[in-house]
């Protein structure tokens, strides 16, 4: 089902998308307690018109210390899984889990004619 997603940006104009969020994952659910350094939330969007955007939220410090805010358009599923398989450390486990939730880590791109 589609509906309007924001997406916060730093310094950049809030994304609207109409399309459905496909899967999210945060570091918390890794971990036995809040972190005291940073921690992760990502998000999969597909747009109604195919394009795939992922929203990366950043949260630094406890407490409510800083939060930062980024957006990546994907033109399709093939380059949104092949950048996110890339993730290295820490930002591995997130991606992949990511990738599982929204069915997309194992699935090959339809070709259309």
Not at 30 to 39: A, D, K
Not at 72 to 84: I, K, N, T, Y
Request: aromatic share 6%; hydrophobic share 35%.
């Amino acid at each position: 089902m589609s509906s309007i997603i924001r997406v916060k940006r730093d310094g950049r104009s809030d994304l609207l998308i109409e399309g459905e969020q496909l899967a999210n994952v945060t570091d918390l659910e890794f971990l036995n307690s809040v972190p005291s350094g940073e921690w992760w939330e990502l998000s999969l969007i597909r747009s109604k018109t195919g394009q795939y955007v992922l929203s990366s939220v950043q949260h630094i410090g406890s407490g409510g210390g800083t939060v930062r805010h980024a957006a990546f358009l994907f033109p399709s599923m093939q380059s949104a899984r092949q950048l996110l398989s890339y993730n290295t450390g820490r930002q591995a486990r997130l991606a992949k889990t990511l990738l599982e939730r929204a069915g997309l880590h194992s699935r090959r791109e339809k070709m259309t004619g």
